[in-house]
C-alpha cells in the first residue's frame, strides 16, 4: 500500500470511527489520492441516511433541550433556596442560592445552543479552513461578512465560551454555593445541611471530568477500567446523581425546621428548593456537555444553509481541483462535533448542490463523474 493509499485509508477509518485525530491528519493529503484514483472510494458513494422514527426523534428532542431546562428547574430552587436562608437568618445558605443562581442562568441560557448562530459559528470555521488552504472565496460570498477566530469582539469571546462550557460553568457555581452551605451547616451545628454542601461539591467537582466517547478500537479491560469509561461517555451523569443523592440531606433539614420552629415558614422553601432541584437533576443526569446537535429540526436547515454555502464557493473552484476540495470539505465539516454526519453524505450533497449551482459546461463534469461512480470505474484499494 503507498503512501496514497495509507492517506485514503487512515481517512476513511477516522471518519467511520468518528477518530477526529486520523481524519485531520490525513486530510490535507487525502483530496490527491481521490484525484489519482479519479473518483472517491467505493465508501463514498451516495449512503442515503437511515429514516428517524419518531421515537428516536423524540428522545433526541428531549436530551437536546434537557440541558436547558436543567437550568430552568435550577431557578426555581435557588430562588426557593435563597427565600429560605433569607428567612431563617441564615445568610450563608442564602448566599448558596445566590451563587448556584449564577450557574442555573448558564444553563438556562446557554445549554441551548440557537441554530442560526451555531451555523454562523460553524461558517466562521469554514472561512478559516478555506483561508488556511489557500482556497479563494468568491465576492458576494456571505463567508465575507464573518470574522476570523480571534477578530470578534470581547461579548462574543465570553458568549462563545458560554456555549461551549455551560455545564462547566454551572459546576463551578455548585462549587462555590456547596461550600457556602458546607460552612454554613458546620457554624449551625447542622449535620444534614453539611452533608448536603459536601456532595454537591463533590457533584460539583466530578462534572469537570472531560467528556469522552469509548474507543471501539481500544475499549477499557477490567472493572476499574471499564468504570472510568462509563464515567468519561458521560460526566454529568455522575454530577446529577450526587446532586440527587444530596437532597434528602436538604429534605431532612427542612422537616428539623418544621419541627423546632413550625411557625417559621423557611421550610416550605427549603422543600420547594428541594423538589425542583430533584427535578432539574434528573433533567441535568441525561444531558451531553455538548450544548448543540446538528441533526433535526431548525439545525438540519442550518446545515443545509452551511453546505449550500460551501458548494457556492467550491463551485467558483478551477474545475480540475473541484473533486479535491469537495472531498477535503466533507472531511473538514464532519470532523467538526457539533455535525454528527458522515463525510460520505456531505460529499454527495455538496456535489448535488454544485451541479444545481454550475454552468452548462460543469453540470456536464459533474455528470461524467457521477457515470464513473456509478460504473465503479476505480482502482481497488488495499
Known amino acids: 500500500m503507498n503512501s496514497d493509499d495509507n492517506y485514503l485509508y487512515l481517512f476513511e477509518k477516522g471518519i467511520s470511527q468518528g477518530r477526529q485525530g486520523e481524519v485531520h491528519a490525513a486530510n490535507p493529503h487525502v483530496g490527491f489520492a481521490f484525484i489519482k484514483y479519479k473518483i472517491p472510494h467505493a465508501d463514498f458513494v ?3 441516511p437511515k429514516p428517524d422514527t419518531g421515537k428516536n426523534v423524540n428522545q433526541t428532542s428531549i436530551k437536546q433541550e434537557s440541558l436547558r431546562a436543567a437550568g430552568y428547574s435550577y431557578l426555581v430552587g435557588d430562588a426557593a433556596l435563597f427565600a429560605s436562608g433569607m428567612m431563617s437568618g441564615r445568610k450563608h445558605e442564602a448566599l448558596s442560592g445566590a451563587a448556584y443562581t449564577v450557574g442555573s442562568l448558564a444553563l438556562a441560557r446557554y445549554g441551548r445552543e440557537n441554530a442560526e448562530r451555531r451555523l454562523q459559528t460553524l461558517q466562521g470555521r469554514l472561512k478559516e479552513y478555506f483561508a488556511n488552504e489557500n482556497i479563494a472565496v468568491q ?6 461578512t464573518l470574522t476570523l477566530k480571534g477578530e470578534g469582539g470581547l461579548v462574543d469571546h465570553i458568549e462563545d465560551f458560554l456555549y461551549a462550557h455551560p455545564s462547566e460553568m454551572f459546576n463551578t457555581m455548585n462549587v462555590l454555593g456547596g461550600s457556602s452551605l458546607l460552612r454554613s451547616g458546620i457554624k449551625h451545628g447542622k449535620g444534614w445541611d453539611t452533608a448536603s454542601g459536601a456532595l454537591v461539591v463533590a457533584g460539583g467537582l466530578a462534572g469537570f471530568i472531560p467528556e469522552k466517547q469509548p474507543d471501539p478500537d481500544h475499549r477499557a479491560e477490567g472493572p476499574p477500567g471499564k468504570a472510568w469509561e462509563w464515567v468519561q461517555e458521560k460526566p454529568l451523569r455522575i454530577s446529577g446523581g450526587l446532586y440527587i443523592a444530596s437532597k434528602p440531606a436538604l429534605i431532612k433539614s427542612a422537616l428539623e425546621e418544621r419541627k423546632t420552629n413550625p411557625l ?7 422543600f420547594l428548593a428541594a423538589a425542583s432541584y430533584i427535578v432539574a437533576d434528573v433533567l441535568l443526569s441525561i444531558s451531553s456537555k455538548d450544548s448543540a446537535s446538528y441533526i433535526e429540526g431548525d439545525n438540519k436547515k442550518a446545515m443545509e444553509k452551511l453546505e449550500a454555502t460551501a458548494a457556492r464557493v467550491i463551485a ?12 477535503q470539505t466533507a472531511g473538514f465539516l464532519a470532523a467538526q462535533p457539533d455535525i454528527k454526519l458522515p463525510a460520505t453524505l456531505i460529499a454527495n450533497e455538496l456535489t448535488e448542490r454544485i451541479n444545481e449551482l454550475s454552468s452548462e459546461k460543469n453540470k456536464n463534469w459533474q455528470k461524467k463523474i457521477q457515470q464513473q ?3 465503479k470505474e476505480f482502482n481497488s484499494i488495499g
Do not use: C, D, T
Not at 465576492?139 to 465575507?144: D, I, M, Q, R
Not at 417559621?264 to 427549603?270: A, D, P, T, V
Open 139 to 144: 465576492k458576494g460570498s456571505e463567508l465575507n
Open 46 to 48: 451516495v449512503h442515503e
Open 316 to 327: 467558483a473552484q478551477p474545475e480540475e481541483l473541484r473533486m479535491q476540495v469537495i472531498q
Open 264 to 270: 417559621q415558614k423557611s421550610y416550605l422553601f427549603k
Open 373 to 375: 461512480m456509478q460504473n
